[in-house]
């Protein structure tokens, strides 16, 4: 802890020792313009580059003011600048609205449902559907627990696991022997040297042993880092396997199904299974809107990852359709969105 504390304070000393430097030389005008510049090509870098680790960082601090809690501290901050009395509490008053109703669990829910809206697992066993190759975005399935030691886990997300096993088990039930893709590249913050540092290899692993599918129908694929980069991988294994034509069925979030299933059909994978999984997180709580209880008017910190995550998801659709990422999504799956 004390490294870390003096490595912060050196840098703090450094930086206000350059800021005098600076405000002494310069002019507040050329400051700002140089402070100008220097953001846009912040922007330009997190904009082109979100999965390097210094455009990453930008980029959630620029979009921090636009959630929900950033939102809420940012009101809270002018409102305590101006003082109270100087804009009359509105902005407190609209932080504490952002913050009570992004927190509501009904809200959330019904925010999420939103999101996830007619979203259809067509894919049943009564129905005798084309052969299709499992594909499943498995990044954050998975994590290293430190006791006991590096020993892999399931996370939250880890039901896309069980969803890929059922969508295996669907397969065979027809006689068929499917591939199965394993999208998911580097975990953050684990040194290449480390065992365990590419998720996909050890998903492979779990869904071998402990959902029995065969090893020889498991595909790794270890460089995708989001949606985009998983998707160009995986139709470039697709294509050195001659299933680029045939459908596909698709593992992912329920909230990102539709970039998903956006960002394949613009790869022109045109034919799609949607299996969505894990649509909320933590503890929150499913919320029946046609029977509102007490408990759904009740904020909790739960609530607000939720709606943080949805109004981020939105945000990363705004991204993907600036960039030309994302297809028709009407025409490539199998009864519709």
Known sequence: MFPIITTILLW???????????????????????????????????????????????????SLPLKPLGL????????????????K????????????????????AALGQWAAANINQNAT????????????????????????????QLTEKGDRLLATSQAYAQETFFG???????????????????PNVIEANDVRVILNR??????PQLIAETSGVDVRTSAEAVVKILQEKNL???????????????RAIGTFSQLNIKSIFPRPTDFTSGNVKPV????????????NVDSLVLTSRIVDEYFVRVYYFLRGWQGSINDCCYGGL
């Open 244 to 258: 680029q034509n045939q459908p596909i069925t698709l593992i992912a979030s329920g909230l990102e199904m539709r």
């Open 125 to 152: 066993t009564e129905e005798r559907l084309p052969p299709s190759t499992i594909v499943v975005l498995a990044r954050g399935t998975t994590k290293i627990s430190l006791v006991p030691s590096r020993e892999v």
């Open 72 to 87: 809420g501290i940012v009101l809270l901050g002018f409102s305590l600048r101006e003082g109270m009395k100087k804009v």
């Open 210 to 215: 402990s959902f029995n599918i065969p090893l």
């Open 12 to 62: 703090v000393l450094i930086v206000g020792v350059l800021w005098y430097v600076l405000t002494q030389l310069v002019s507040k005008k050329a400051l700002a313009r140089i402070g100008i510049i220097i953001l846009l090509l912040i922007i330009i870098l997190a904009f082109f580059n979100p999965n390097d680790t210094f455009g990453g960082t930008w980029w959630n601090l620029l």
């Open 176 to 194: 068929r022997q499917p591939l199965v893709i394993i999208s998911s590249g580097r975990r953050p913050g684990i040194p290449l040297e480390q």
């Open 288 to 299: 029946n809107l046609k029977n509102i209880v007490v408990e759904d008017l009740v904020p």
């Open 89 to 108: 509490g509105n902005l407190v008053m609209i932080a504490f609205l952002v913050l009570l109703i992004g927190s509501t669990p009904l809200f959330a």
